[in-house]
């Protein structure tokens, strides 16, 4: 099964963006808010050298942000992305 996980902060317009991408295509996720969890968004820095909300990881591969996820969606990636990954 599909693991998306979409790291977000308190009043960020491109995270509610990238959660409504995945809402309108019925894809489930998990939220994790960094907001006051400042250790944690360190070990992400870290881990994905990736500094910036929303941090989108699907099946433990970060993919992106916002930008990235739209860009996907845009080449017809995401939906191929998405059906592999469900396949699997």
């Known amino acids: 099964m599909i693991k998306v996980e979409i790291y977000t ?3 960020c317009g491109y995270c509610n963006a990238a959660k409504a991408i995945f809402n309108k295509k019925g894809v489930e996720y998990t939220e994790i808010n960094l907001s006051h969890d400042h250790e944690l968004r360190i070990k992400l820095v870290e881990k994905h050298n990736w500094r910036t909300v929303p941090m989108i990881v699907i099946n433990e591969t970060l993919i992106g ?4 996820l739209v ?3 845009r080449r017809g990636e995401l939906d191929q992305l998405l059906s592999i990954e469900t396949q699997g």
């Open 9 to 11: 902060s308190d009043y």
């Open 65 to 68: 942000g916002y930008e990235q």
């Open 71 to 73: 860009e996907l969606e």
